[in-house]
């Protein structure tokens, strides 16, 4: 028996239930995790007395997957939000260091660098983003560019004075605790520590902050540390890492547009080649054409991603590829936010046999990530003959209805309804139960209930439970 803790990033449905769900696949893990409700959400940090608690009552652990932001600030949004001093979150992580150094075999863990958003929207950032938030992005990226191109001309600074010194206050703040880490990780302390790049420009403070920390991984030759592009995905990464070492899993990428690689993803700042490469690394598997494990398919997009909540939607005429009969996941990133129709109505008409997933989830990133670790753990579970095919197909159910369902068909009204978007949900619930039977007959998998939720109150995150 494995036995696997995770300190998540929120309460989001994919960070916490998705973890629970796909992990559920192997009988012989065995996961904990704080009770959901001591877990931050959009408006309210984590309870970190009680994850303290529970790391404390630990014991045996193989590993621990535990995101930074949730130890140092309480969650990944409130990293940008709370007041406390570098001096108050310093002694935070340092009892987390002193808790958990004795009780677990190996730590995994990932901390951000944080994002600058390119809008005047403040739901995860501080109330001054409103109206400001763009300008701190312009201001960013021409404060990098500039020195980057050595031309000085182009910064120009519009900012209220006290506004921009609470932000590059906020952000020398965390930066200097990520070298905290940086330190740890020398001393090997962690097994892996990733630094999550989240919704990345070309240049910005957080591009320049990434570049300090590789260049101190490199100069110090930090084995052990990481940059990659991502948020979310990034625990299910480490998870799947935790898993397959010393497995070799080799991995084929097959790309359905093989000349569109070079192209860039919505919200990063690598190619859609780099990002598979990335993802594949970071859980800890190879690339191998010839001699493989799985093969992982990529509905990659031709000349540019679409955007289902930019109302950007790109359907593919993809509707007469036949898949492999070897073992394969999917990874549908034709569209940011959510699935390619045409794509999923041409899986359905596929056999199920040799299928190990389905993701569509947000960014490419994520979509990649997601995949990848449900494919593995599953993978791994037949292979050691502990392998759970209700839990397989429930997890399957829920990304195909959430993915597909949801955010490429029902949440364009939900986001519309405002401000009830539980009652848009509502409204769309018999849509949503009538597109649930094609998955059940994809499937063969029949949920006696589904309910739906909004757990932030906004129309991004569907929490799906099913019985």
Same mark, same amino acid.
């Given at each position: ?18 973890? !629970? ?30 994850? =303290? ?23 990944? *949004? ?37 994002? *600058? ?55 020398? /703040? ?5 070298? *905290? ?20 420009? !070309? =240049? ?36 799947? /890492? ?46 191998? !054409? ?36 070897? %073992? ?82 029902? /949440? ?16 769309? !619930? ?13 499937? %063969? ?17 569907? /929490?799906?439970?099913?019985?």
């Amino acid at each position: 028996m494995i036995k696997i803790a995770v300190i998540p990033i929120d309460n989001r449905p994919i960070c916490y239930d998705l973890i !629970e769900d796909i992990l559920s696949i192997n009988n012989d893990i065995e996961l904990f995790m704080p009770d959901i409700k001591y877990l931050g959400g959009l408006n309210n940090q984590s309870n970190i007395n009680e994850i =303290f608690n529970f790391l404390e009552n630990l014991a045996d652990i193989d590993f621990l997957i535990v995101s930074l932001d949730t130890i140092a600030y309480g969650g990944l *949004i409130p990293s940008r939000r709370i007041e406390d001093d570098f001096k108050t979150i310093k002694e935070r992580i340092e009892k987390f260091k002193t808790i958990v150094q004795k009780k677990v075999k190996k730590i995994l863990a990932f901390s951000s660098i944080m994002r *600058i958003s390119n809008n005047n929207i403040n739901e995860e950032e501080k109330q001054y983003w409103s109206q400001w938030g763009k300008r701190i992005f312009d201001w960013s990226y021409y404060l990098h560019k500039s020195e980057v191109e050595k031309s000085y001309n182009c910064v120009i600074n519009k900012i209220p004075k006290d506004i921009l010194e609470d932000y590059i206050k906020t952000r020398k /703040r965390n930066f200097e605790i990520n070298k *905290i880490y940086l330190n740890w990780a020398e001393e090997n302390f962690f097994d892996t520590l990733i630094f999550s790049k989240d919704d990345c420009a !070309e =240049f910005g403070l957080n591009v320049k902050e990434a570049n300090e920390l590789n260049k101190i991984i490199k100069e110090k030759n930090i084995k052990k540390a990481f940059i990659k592009t991502g948020a979310d995905e990034i625990p299910l990464g480490l998870i799947t /890492r935790a898993l397959s070492k010393n497995q070799n899993i080799k991995i084929n990428p097959i790309f359905l547009e093989k000349n569109s690689l070079n192209l860039i993803s919505k919200y990063e700042d690598i190619s859609i080649y780099d990002c598979v490469k990335g993802q594949i690394s970071l859980a800890g598997c190879n690339i191998n !054409e010839n001699d493989f494990d799985l093969e992982m398919i990529i509905n990659n997009f031709k000349k540019e991603q679409g955007d289902l909540v930019l109302g950007e939607s790109i359907n593919s005429n993809k509707n007469k590829i036949l898949f492999s009969a070897k %073992n394969h996941f999917i990874a549908d990133v034709n569209n940011a936010n959510g699935s390619d129709l045409n794509f999923v109505e041409n899986i359905f008409k596929q056999n199920n046999s040799n299928f190990f997933g389905y993701c569509a989830y947000n960014t490419s990133a994520n979509t990649i990530g997601c995949a990848l670790f449900c494919a593995v753990v599953k993978f791994l579970a037949i292979k050691n003959n502990s392998y759970n095919e209700t839990a397989f197909k429930k997890i399957q159910f829920i990304r195909f209805l959430d993915d597909w369902a949801y955010q490429a068909i029902s /949440r364009k009204f939900v986001r519309e309804n405002k401000p009830d978007y539980y009652d848009g949900l509502m409204q769309k !619930e018999e849509e949503l139960n009538k597109n649930a039977k094609k998955i059940s007959e994809f499937l %063969n998998f029949y949920p006696k209930k589904i309910s739906y939720s909004l757990p932030w109150d906004r129309s991004f995150e569907i /929490r799906i439970k099913i019985n």
